[in-house]
């Protein structure tokens, strides 16, 4: 079997996007619960800026959710046939808020 470092590069991407998804599904359904056991609605639970109980957690969802997309990103370049070779994982990050004041975490 011949493999090129860009399809080991495409394994790579593929094992963190799944890895990433496992934990966000996980972070999301604690969410969730705190939520419905809280009785609160969507969009003002899920808001950091105006729940700081769960702040943190919401703004990690939101990063992990990035970091998905941008995964994802790099499989449909290789899928078009480009080169990700250079893609090595990324460290943690910091939580930093996320571009929309209220974003739902329903599209998940």
Same mark, same amino acid.
């Given at each position: &079997?011949?493999?090129?470092?860009?399809? +080991?590069?495409?394994?790579?991407?593929?094992?963190?996007?799944?890895?990433?998804?496992?934990?966000?599904?996980?972070?999301?359904?604690? +969410?969730?619960?705190?939520?419905?056991?809280?009785?609160? /609605? @969507?969009?003002?639970?899920?808001?950091?800026?105006?729940?700081?109980?769960?702040? /943190?957690? @919401?703004?990690?969802?939101?990063?992990?959710?990035?970091?998905?997309?941008? +995964? &994802?990103?790099?499989?449909?370049?290789?899928?078009?046939?480009?080169?990700?070779?250079?893609?090595?994982?990324?460290?943690?990050?910091?939580?930093?808020?996320?571009?929309?004041?209220?974003?739902? &975490?329903?599209?998940?």
């Amino acid at each position: &079997m011949n493999t090129s470092p860009n399809d +080991l590069a495409l394994i790579a991407v593929m094992r963190r996007y799944f890895s990433l998804k496992e934990e966000a599904s996980a972070l999301k359904g604690r +969410l969730e619960d705190a939520r419905k056991a809280a009785g609160d /609605e @969507i969009d003002p639970f899920y808001d950091p800026r105006r729940n700081a109980p769960h702040a /943190e957690d @919401i703004l990690v969802w939101h990063r992990l959710r990035r970091e998905m997309d941008e +995964l &994802m990103s790099l499989a449909a370049t290789w899928g078009r046939g480009g080169s990700i070779d250079a893609f090595s994982p990324a460290p943690a990050a910091e939580p930093a808020f996320p571009p929309e004041t209220g974003a739902s &975490m329903e599209e998940s």
